[in-house]
């Protein structure tokens, strides 16, 4: 194992060596070390400029204002009159209910989509503890 220049030792076939754990948790770059540093202690004054600068008409200024004020919507909660996911016999239930949510306007169609891929993964859930269970049967048969 050669070391290598920048990047510390690396294995015959260019890998890093065990050990190497890379940049600590939490590092800061040594350029966003430098910009806090210079904007230290003029957060205030910065902001009360933005402000001015918005209300005086300046487009970049209100956007970058409205953005800190009423940022933009993450997700939300979502009710579906869903059945409870306890075999994969209630998956096509559970998927009719999002799509009449979705068709009645309840819901977005990406709020849909992602519902319909929970779902999917409970049917994945479900699928699998099957095979398995049938395999366990299986395995139980030969002597």
């Given amino acids: 194992m050669k070391p290598s220049r920048k990047n510390g030792p690396r294995s015959a076939d260019g ?4 050990g190497n754990p890379g940049r600590p ?23 009360q400029r933005a402000i001015a600068a918005a209300l ?12 800190r004020i009423a940022p ?3 997700d939300r909660p979502i009710v579906v009159d869903a059945p409870i996911i306890k075999s994969a016999a209630d998956i096509p239930a559970a998927l009719g ?11 977005t169609p990406s709020e849909g989509i ?19 269970a049938r395999l366990r049967a299986l395995e139980g048969k030969v002597p």
């Fill in 114 to 132: 992602a519902l319909a891929a929970i779902i999917e993964k409970a049917r994945a859930a479900h699928e699998l503890a099957d095979i398995e």
């Fill in 97 to 107: 209910a999002v799509l009449t949510a979705v068709a009645a306007g309840e819901l």
């Fill in 56 to 67: 005086s008409g300046d487009s970049t200024a209100l956007r970058l204002c409205l953005e």
């Fill in 15 to 18: 890998k890093f060596a065990a």
């Fill in 25 to 47: 948790k939490g590092a800061r770059h040594r350029v966003t070390k430098a910009v806090e540093a210079l904007l230290e202690g003029q957060a205030e004054a910065l902001t």
């Fill in 72 to 74: 933009a919507p993450k």
